[in-house]
């Protein structure tokens, strides 16, 4: 299986592996399930993606049990919402629950709270794998701003 996420990591030097699953995930618990080997769920991340009122497509990366603090955010991307199904699907290529933060052509904000972990894994744009690498080399294959954006 040739990954579009898997492929720019190697193409950047970062090391990181693939998290392969026996059933499509979509949620953490389906991940923690599914996962061929086991997965430590405080591990696992997640990109939501937001519209705002223009319509403007925006993504935040988040640790997979917390929340989105609309609040935090309204000050750098003003009133949004969660995109629908259909909307994430046009806006990312990828179904909701397989958006991949790494192959996104939209602004992405990533919770402070992911960098505390020494290892992350997320969805990679299909729903029977994951990758896993350190939160520290995100900044080698994608641009982005660290924001407080989780409900605490």
Do not use: W
């Amino acid at each position: 299986m040739q990954l579009a996420s898997a492929k720019r990591l190697k193409e950047k030097g970062v090391e990181y592996s693939v998290v392969e699953l026996t059933e499509r995930a979509v949620t953490v618990e389906d991940v923690v399930r599914y996962a061929r080997h086991a997965i430590d769920p405080d591990e696992i991340c997640k990109t939501i993606i937001l519209k705002d009122r223009e319509g403007r497509i925006h993504a935040v990366f988040l640790r997979g049990g917390d929340r989105i603090d609309f609040k935090k955010l309204r000050g750098l991307i003003g009133k949004a919402s969660i995109a629908a199904p259909d909307e994430v699907e046009e806006a990312t290529g990828f179904k909701p629950g397989a958006v991949c933060p790494l192959t996104l052509d939209v602004p992405l904000y990533i919770d402070e709270r992911v960098f505390e972990k020494e290892r992350i894994n997320f969805g990679s744009g299909n729903h029977l794998y994951g990758i896993e690498l350190s939160p520290k080399d995100l900044a080698k294959v994608i641009d982005f701003r660290v924001v407080d954006a989780a409900k605490v």
